[in-house]
């Protein structure tokens, strides 16, 4: 029984889009799911895929969070 665990930011991928869609969503497990079928054989209905959105403000690189990252590209900066 395979479980597969999705990180995905809410951050945006273009102008007022903060998380991703149901549909979206739906689209990863599914997509997720088959290939977990087609290589390994894992039957659909034991599959297990858990997606979670992580907020701005929770992850960051180079030693900085996302936010404040994002503030200094919008100054000009990095």
């Known amino acids: ?3 597969v665990n999705i990180q995905i930011t809410r951050e945006g991928t273009g102008p007022g889009r903060h998380a991703a869609t149901a549909e979206e ?7 997720v799911s ?3 079928l087609d290589v390994l054989k894992k039957p ?7 997606i979670e959105e992580v907020e701005l403000e929770n992850w960051g690189w180079g030693g900085q969070s996302v936010s404040a990252l994002r503030r200094q ?3 000009g900066s990095r």
């Open 1 to 3: 029984m395979p479980i």
């Open 25 to 31: 969503k739906a689209a990863v497990i599914k997509g």
């Open 34 to 36: 088959q290939v977990l």
């Open 44 to 50: 659909l209905d034991a599959t297990f895929v858990v």
């Open 73 to 75: 590209q919008a100054g």
